[in-house]
């Protein structure tokens, strides 16, 4: 809504299109929201927004198999919101950077508003 001189608002006048992201930029947002799509997926970034974690770390904080937990981990990993670190015999999972988990919290928290 744009304002007159005289403050009134003009109801009917819309503001100007916000810039559109390129087209790359935005399957590549697709493909990181997909991943983030699944429940468990979204309980593996919440724990690992705490601190990185091992696979059987997450399997008992989430109470799902370690096939199923390494399956979401595969797909967090390819879509580039998780990395792996190799510690000996295990792989210390942590989050590639905070703006997923922001995104993932703000979700639950609006979830839970609702």
Not at 20 to 36: C, F, Q
Not at 48 to 63: I, P
């Amino acid at each position: 809504m744009s304002v007159t001189d005289t403050g009134d608002l003009h109801p009917f006048d819309t503001a100007p299109p916000a810039p559109v992201p390129s087209k790359e930029t935005l399957v590549a947002a697709g493909d990181i929201l997909r991943a983030l799509a699944a429940p468990v997926r979204i309980a593996i970034v919440l724990q690992l927004r705490e601190s990185e974690r091992c696979v059987h770390e997450l399997v008992g904080a989430l109470g799902v198999t370690q096939p199923l937990i390494s399956q979401h981990l595969r797909v967090l990993k390819a879509a580039g919101v998780v990395r792996g670190e190799r510690t000996g015999r295990e792989v210390l999972y942590r989050l590639v950077d905070d703006h997923l988990a922001h995104i993932v919290v703000d979700a639950v928290a609006h979830a839970e508003e609702g």
